[in-house]
């Protein structure tokens, strides 16, 4: 090839790399810009996976006890997990209202005394309003001799005019259906994870398979052994996850009632879920718990705060170590800045998210780092 050919050649590579590289570019903000728009919308798609994954890491697990066809293990682990929960609603469904409406009226009124003994200490409180409280009208010391006029008298000028009426029904009405639109949001959401879930499991590899013939051919291998090593990691650590939800539930439920804190069990349930939650969820159960025991007394209270610390060794130190090092192994630095980051910028979902998205940000960097040490040792050898 003469040397202007040469020239015409690199000139033809050069302006399709930079093609190739603006596409890429532009994709990738496209990416950013649907993902930012439609955050909460992936966030529920990949909470049905995880279930999915959760429900298919418990299939394997009763395959090593019974064995026996996929759907029909499938079938009998929503068997016993719906037998559980009707079994905790039926049999402590009352006691848990009971004592949640109690937790609820506990919090609300400790927070108050919190609030006030700030407030008593020179500390600004303003950003925590905690409900709405109508300032005395300007004109009441002037109308309280009114009051000792006759009943007749007052009720005409007392009755609100149509305007107020109006302006009243509309704000019932307006925060009625904003309580309805976010209880039908809520069970919708639970119901689109649920059967998200459940059809993931019933047929994993038809997704699978589908996932991997949207690779190129010629990188289909690479992504066969990622989304398999992404597929074992999320299984191991979500089996990890549920027994330390459980230790935790059981450890904070046994050691509130021997305290003789009210609403123990609604407590030792909020303590388990937030567990699903590192760092972020420990420290989130135990202020609830510790404000939740301010009404029980100081020694109730401090003795509330020793047993969460005991807890939060336990889950740090005992389980974590030993069920989740073999399952996920991530710097705690690290994933609090990340769940941190995530948490301001998409909120709730971010948050309670943020782990099993970092482990599968981990397993593809470890694996493209194995692909770049792998021509290296070869020449070594």
């Known amino acids: 090839m003469t040397l202007p050919e040469n020239r015409i050649q690199t000139r033809s590579d050069l302006a399709w790399s930079i093609t190739v590289g603006g596409i890429g570019v532009v994709a990738f903000a496209a990416f950013l810009v649907f993902a930012w728009y439609f955050a909460a919308t992936l966030f529920l798609i990949f909470s049905g996976i995880l279930l999915g994954v959760a429900l298919n890491a418990m299939t394997h697990l009763l395959q090593r006890v019974i064995g026996g066809p996929h759907p029909l293990r499938l079938a009998l682990v929503c068997v016993i997990l719906a037998g559980l929960l009707g079994g905790v609603v039926f049999l402590g469904g009352s006691t848990i209202a009971q004592q949640a409406n109690v937790l609820s009226n506990t919090l609300k009124s400790q927070l108050v005394n919190v609030k006030a003994f700030l407030e008593k200490h020179g500390v600004d409180t303003s950003y925590l309003e905690l409900g709405s409280t109508t300032p005395a009208p300007a004109n009441a010391t002037t109308t309280s001799s009114d009051t000792a006029a006759p009943a007749s008298s007052l009720a005409p000028r007392n009755l609100p005019s149509a305007g107020a009426l109006a302006s009243s029904?509309?704000?019932?009405?307006?925060?009625?259906?904003?309580?309805?639109?976010?209880?039908?949001?809520?069970?919708?959401?639970?119901?689109?994870?649920?059967?998200?879930?459940?059809?993931?499991?019933?047929?994993?590899?038809?997704?699978?398979?589908?996932?991997?013939?949207?690779?190129?051919?010629r990188h289909r291998a690479n992504v066969t052994a990622v989304v398999d090593r992404i597929g074992d990691t999320l299984e191991r650590w979500l089996i990890a996850q549920m027994i330390t939800m459980a230790a935790v539930f059981l450890v904070t439920w046994i050691g509130l009632s021997v305290i003789g804190i009210q609403s123990s069990f609604i407590l030792g349930i909020q303590a388990g879920l937030l567990a699903f939650i590192p760092t972020v969820g420990a420290l989130i159960g135990g202020l609830i718990i510790v404000l939740a025991s301010l009404a029980s007394g100081w020694v109730a209270a401090a003795s509330a705060f020793v047993l969460f610390l005991g807890v939060h060794a336990l889950e740090s130190y005992i389980l974590t170590p030993i069920i989740q090092r073999q399952a996920l192994d991530i710097?705690?630095?690290?994933?609090?800045?990340?769940?941190?980051?995530?948490?301001?910028?998409?909120?709730?979902?971010?948050?309670?998210?943020?782990?099993?998205?970092?482990?599968?940000?981990?397993?593809?960097?470890?694996?493209?780092?194995?692909?770049?040490?792998?021509?290296?040792?070869?020449?070594?050898?």
């Open 331 to 381: 710097p705690p630095a690290t994933l609090f800045a990340f769940q941190i980051l995530l948490g301001v910028v998409f909120g709730l979902w971010g948050l309670a998210l943020a782990l099993p998205l970092m482990a599968i940000v981990k397993v593809i960097i470890d694996f493209a780092r194995q692909e770049e040490e792998k021509p290296q040792e070869f020449k070594v050898a």
């Open 169 to 217: 029904g509309g704000a019932i009405v307006s925060q009625t259906l904003k309580l309805l639109l976010g209880t039908v949001s809520a069970v919708g959401n639970f119901f689109i994870v649920l059967f998200l879930g459940l059809t993931f499991a019933a047929q994993p590899s038809v997704y699978r398979k589908g996932l991997l013939h949207m690779a190129p051919v």
